[in-house]
C-alpha cells in the first residue's frame, strides 16, 4: 500500500490549501522538515513497528520523524517482569531503530503506578515492602536500565503521572511506601545512571490549573532541593474542545519559567463521544461500549476531518509560537488504527484521533499541521 495515495477529504484539502498534488515522493510535505527550525518531531512507537511487523508505519516513521518514544516495551512490567529478570529484546530493538535513523530516542518511563508488576512493591510473603527495600528496588531498576542507555537515550521519563487532578500527590504505591520523596530519590537514581541524560517529569492535564499548580510546586521543591529535573511533559492527550488554545499556552509559559524545558509528549485527540466527563489519560476511568458512542467506524466523516483539521492548527500555532521554549512534539502513535484510544475509555471503538488514518494515508489535519510549520512567524 503505498501510503501517499490520499483520501478523498485529503484531496479536498490540497485543493482548499494550494498545496500541489501529491503525487511525487519528493514532493511529499515532511514534518520535520517542516518543524525543524522550531522543536523536534515524533511518534510513540510499538514493537511491531520497529520489529518489522508493520512496514508502512515504519516508514512513515522514518519519513516524517526525528524523535521516536516506546510506546509500552520499556515499562516496568515489559522490561522487569520479575525480580531477577530484565528482558531488553524488544527496548534493545526502539533503541537500534532510533539509531539507525539518526533519531532521537526518549526513555518512557522509569517510575509509574500502572503497568508495574505488584511483586515490586511487596516482600517474599506478599507483604507490603518497607521504605528501604523499595528504595533499593527503584534504584537498581533505574541504575540498570538507563545505565544500559547511557549516551544513546536523550531524556527519560523518570516520574509518571505522580499528582492527581487537584494537583495533590497521588496515592500510589511508591507514595504511600516510601513517601513524598520517592520523586527526588528517582530524580537522583537517574541522574547517577547517566549525569548528562535529561531528566523529565511528565503528566496529563497539567492545563488544568488545580493540576498545574501541583506540577509548578513540585518542580520548584525539587529545584530547591538541587535535585535535578530538565523538563516537564506535558502529554497532551486533548479533545476537541479541552484544552483551549489560551490554556496550553499559558501552561507553556509557565513551566518555562521556571526554567524547565517543555515538551508534548503523547499528543492525540479524541473525536469520539465522551461518557466520562473525565480530562486526561487516566486508564482507571472506563465505560461500557454502547452503538451512539461508537459513530465512526467507517471514514471520518469531512466535516469533522476538517474540524480535526481546524483543531490540530490552532494547537499547532501556539506551539510554534512558543517554539523558544517548546523542545519538542511527539504524537502518541503514528497512525489511527493502533491508536490505544481505539480502546480506552470505551474498548473496541474506531477512533480517528492522528494525523495518518488507518490506510497510512495523510489526514487533511496533517497538511494543516504542515502549514502552521512552513508558514512565516
Ligand atoms: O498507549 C499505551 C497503551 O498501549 C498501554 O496499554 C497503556 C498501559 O501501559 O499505556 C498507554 O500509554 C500511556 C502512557 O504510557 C502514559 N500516559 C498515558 C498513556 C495512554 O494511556
Same mark, same amino acid.
Given at each position: 500500500?503505498?501510503?501517499?495515495?490520499? !483520501?478523498a477529504a485529503?484531496s479536498v484539502a490540497?485543493?482548499i490549501?494550494?498545496?500541489?498534488?501529491?503525487t511525487?515522493?519528493?514532493?511529499?510535505?515532511?514534518l520535520?522538515?517542516?518543524f525543524g527550525?522550531?522543536?523536534l518531531?515524533?511518534?510513540?512507537?510499538?514493537?511491531?513497528?520497529?520489529?518489522?511487523? &508493520?512496514p508502512d508505519a515504519a #516508514?512513515?516513521?522514518?519519513n516524517q520523524?526525528?524523535t521516536?518514544t516506546?510506546?509500552n516495551?520499556?515499562?516496568?512490567a515489559?522490561i522487569?517482569?520479575?525480580?531477577?529478570r530484565?528482558?531488553?529484546?524488544a527496548s534493545?530493538?526502539?533503541?537500534?531503530?532510533?539509531?539507525?535513523?539518526?533519531?532521537?530516542v $526518549?526513555?518512557?518511563t522509569?517510575v509509574w503506578?500502572?503497568?508495574?508488576p505488584?511483586w515490586?512493591?511487596e516482600?517474599?510473603n506478599g507483604k507490603p515492602? &518497607?521504605r528501604?527495600?523499595l =528504595?533499593?528496588?527503584?534504584r537498581?531498576?533505574i541504575?540498570? $536500565?538507563v545505565g544500559?542507555?547511557k549516551?544513546t +537515550?536523550?531524556?527519560?521519563? +523518570?516520574?509518571n503521572?505522580?499528582l492527581?487532578e487537584d494537583?495533590?500527590?497521588?496515592?500510589?504505591?511508591w507514595?504511600?511506601i516510601i513517601?513524598e &520523596?520517592?520523586i527526588a530519590?528517582?530524580?537522583q537514581f537517574?541522574h547517577e545512571? &547517566?549525569?548528562?541524560?535529561?531528566?523529565y517529569y511528565?503528566?496529563f492535564s497539567? %492545563?488544568?490549573?488545580?493540576?498545574r499548580?501541583g506540577?509548578l510546586? =513540585?518542580v520548584?521543591?525539587?529545584?530547591?532541593q538541587k535535585i535535578?529535573?530538565t523538563?516537564?511533559?506535558?502529554?497532551?492527550h486533548?479533545?476537541?474542545?479541552w484544552p483551549?488554545?489560551?490554556?496550553v499556552q499559558?501552561?507553556i509559559?509557565?513551566f518555562a519559567?521556571?526554567?524547565?524545558?517543555?515538551?508534548?509528549?503523547?499528543?492525540d485527540?479524541? +473525536?469520539l463521544?465522551?461518557p466520562t466527563?473525565h480530562?486526561?489519560?487516566? =486508564?482507571?476511568i472506563?465505560?461500557?461500549r454502547?452503538?451512539?458512542l461508537?459513530?465512526?467506524?467507517?471514514?471520518l466523516?469531512? !466535516?469533522l476531518?476538517f474540524a =480535526?483539521?481546524?483543531?490540530y492548527?490552532?494547537?499547532?500555532?501556539v506551539f510554534?509560537?512558543?517554539?523558544?521554549k517548546? !523542545?519538542?512534539?511527539?504524537f502518541w502513535?503514528?497512525y489511527?488504527?493502533?491508536?490505544? #484510544?481505539?480502546?480506552?475509555p +470505551?474498548?473496541g471503538?474506531?477512533?480517528?484521533?492522528l494525523l495518518?488514518?488507518?490506510?497510512?494515508?495523510?489526514?487533511?489535519a496533517f #497538511?494543516?499541521? $504542515?502549514?502552521?510549520?512552513?508558514? %512565516?512567524k
Open positions: 500500500m503505498n501510503p501517499w495515495i490520499p !483520501s485529503f490540497v485543493m490549501s494550494g498545496f500541489g498534488p501529491q511525487e515522493k519528493a514532493d511529499q510535505p515532511i520535520k522538515d517542516a527550525t522550531h522543536f518531531i515524533g511518534g510513540a512507537l510499538n514493537d511491531d513497528v520497529v520489529a518489522g511487523k &508493520d #516508514l512513515l516513521v522514518q520523524f526525528n521516536i516506546p510506546e516495551v520499556m515499562k516496568w515489559l522487569h517482569p520479575e525480580p531477577a530484565y528482558d531488553f529484546d534493545d530493538r526502539l533503541v537500534a531503530f532510533g539509531r539507525k535513523n539518526t533519531m532521537v $526518549i526513555g518512557h522509569l503506578h500502572n503497568q508495574t505488584g515490586v512493591f516482600d517474599g515492602l &518497607d528501604e527495600t =528504595l533499593e528496588r527503584m537498581d531498576h541504575h540498570t $536500565i544500559r542507555y549516551g +537515550v536523550q531524556g527519560w521519563d +523518570v516520574v503521572e505522580a492527581d494537583g495533590s500527590l497521588r496515592q500510589a504505591p507514595m504511600k513517601g &520523596d520517592y530519590r528517582a530524580f537517574a545512571a &547517566d549525569p548528562e541524560a535529561e531528566l511528565n503528566d497539567l %492545563e488544568n490549573e488545580p493540576k499548580n506540577a510546586a =513540585l520548584r521543591k525539587l529545584q530547591s535535578r529535573i523538563g516537564v511533559g506535558l502529554q497532551g486533548y479533545k476537541m474542545d483551549s488554545p489560551m490554556q499559558t501552561t509559559e509557565a519559567g521556571l526554567g524547565m524545558k517543555v515538551m508534548i509528549t503523547e499528543l485527540m479524541d +473525536v463521544p465522551d466527563g480530562q486526561g489519560a487516566d =486508564l482507571s472506563r465505560a461500557e454502547r452503538e451512539e461508537d459513530p465512526y467506524t467507517g471514514e466523516p469531512d !466535516s476531518q =480535526l483539521a481546524e483543531r492548527a490552532e494547537l499547532f500555532r510554534v509560537g512558543q517554539s523558544d517548546l !523542545s519538542r512534539v511527539t502513535g503514528v489511527d488504527k493502533t491508536s490505544w #484510544l481505539n480502546n480506552w +470505551v474498548r471503538r474506531t477512533n480517528h484521533p495518518f488514518d488507518r490506510n497510512y494515508r495523510p489526514k487533511p #497538511l494543516a499541521v $504542515i502549514k502552521t510549520g512552513t508558514r %512565516e
